[in-house]
C-alpha cells in the first residue's frame, strides 16, 4: 500500500490542523493505520492508531484530549485532527500501515510508510 501525507504547515499555539494520509494500491480496510512523529534529533515516535473499522484507536498520552484520528474507508484516508497545538507538536508526521492490531506503538511492525509532512507550531 502506497501512503501520501498532507495537510502540514505553520500553525500558532493553541491552534489547528488536520493532517490526511491517502492511501493506494492495497484493500486500505485491511490495514491498521497510525500516526508518527519525529522531531530534530529525537527518535520517531507513536501518536495514535485506528483499527481497520476505526471502532479502536490508542494515544500516546501527551495528545489524549488533543488529537483525534479517524479513517474513512470508502475514501481511503485516515486522518489526524489536531487541535490545542503546542510548540513541542513540532515535527515531521508520518503516516503507516500494518495488517494486525498488537501494539499499535510499535514503530517496527509498521510496513508501510509515507513520505511525512512538516508540521511546526509557533510560540
Known amino acids: 500500500v502506497q501512503l501520501v501525507e498532507s495537510g502540514g504547515g505553520l500553525v500558532q499555539a493553541g491552534g489547528s490542523l488536520r493532517l490526511s494520509c491517502a492511501a493506494s494500491g492495497r484493500t486500505f480496510s485491511n490495514y491498521v493505520m497510525g500516526w508518527f512523529r519525529q522531531a530534530p534529533g529525537k527518535e520517531r515516535e507513536f501518536v495514535a492508531a485506528?483499527?481497520?473499522?476505526?471502532?479502536?484507536?490508542s494515544y500516546v498520552d501527551s495528545v489524549k484530549g488533543r488529537f483525534t484520528i479517524s479513517r474513512d474507508n470508502a475514501k481511503n484516508t485516515v486522518y489526524l485532527q489536531m487541535n490545542s497545538l503546542k510548540p513541542e507538536d513540532t515535527a515531521v508526521y508520518y503516516c503507516?500501515?500494518?495488517?494486525?492490531?498488537?501494539?499499535?506503538?510499535?514503530?517496527?511492525?509498521?510496513?508501510?510508510w509515507g513520505q511525512g509532512t512538516q508540521v511546526t507550531v509557533s510560540s
Open positions: 503507516a500501515a500494518r495488517s494486525a492490531w498488537g501494539r499499535p506503538q510499535l514503530t517496527y511492525e509498521y510496513g508501510h
Open positions: 485506528i483499527n481497520w473499522s476505526g471502532s479502536s484507536t
